[in-house]
């Protein structure tokens, strides 16, 4: 009996019901991260439109409360337009990259010690609150230097 010979490229080869079902998961997960890019720039537009409204506030508070807010926002804006990014590199690459998601932590990071900073500036005199208020200080800048590190070691890398 003359048996069929396989050659190695067959042998390779996963079958074709895995390749169906892999294409599958492919198109499933492109129009996943699609749908999260989407929304993450209607995101970044609304909180965008956020920022410049707020700014129309000036008369009704107190100027440095608005301006605040305002660059608590635009912060915001920043760290969803990151994630946008780091969306289209994983489309792009077709793997997670670390990158994209450091700077992220480190906008995330600052954006907080922005707004503890003038925070903390109304809880001088009082005590615990203005202690617990650097040492959060404290720990962001720290996270801030480790992530950077992590960022800057990413890139000169393997």
Same mark, same amino acid.
């Given at each position: ?21 892999? !294409? ?6 492109? !129009? ?6 989407? %929304? ?17 506030? +000036? ?11 305002? %660059?608590?926002? +635009? +912060? ?14 994983? %489309? ?6 670390? *990158? ?15 707004? %503890? ?10 005590? *615990? ?21 992590? !960022? ?7």
């Amino acid at each position: 009996m003359a048996g069929r010979t396989i050659s190695d490229g067959e042998r390779d080869e996963p079958p074709r019901y895995v390749r169906i079902g892999n !294409a599958l998961l492919a198109i499933a997960e492109d !129009a996943i991260y699609v749908g999260i890019a989407t %929304l993450l720039a209607i995101s970044a537009g609304v909180l965008l439109l956020s920022a410049a409204r707020g700014l129309t506030e +000036l008369g009704d508070v107190d100027a440095s409360a608005v301006v605040l807010e305002v %660059l608590d926002r +635009l +912060l915001l804006v920043f760290i969803v337009v990151e994630l946008l990014f780091a969306v289209r590199v994983i %489309l792009g690459k077709r793997e997670v990259v670390a *990158e994209p998601f450091l700077v992220v932590g480190i906008i995330a990071s600052i954006k907080e010690i922005i707004v %503890l900073s003038v925070k903390a500036a109304d809880y001088v005199g009082k005590g *615990e609150k203005f202690n617990d208020a650097m040492m959060e200080v404290a720990i962001l800048g720290g996270l801030v230097l480790v992530l950077s590190v992590s !960022a800057i070691h990413r890139r000169s890398g393997p």
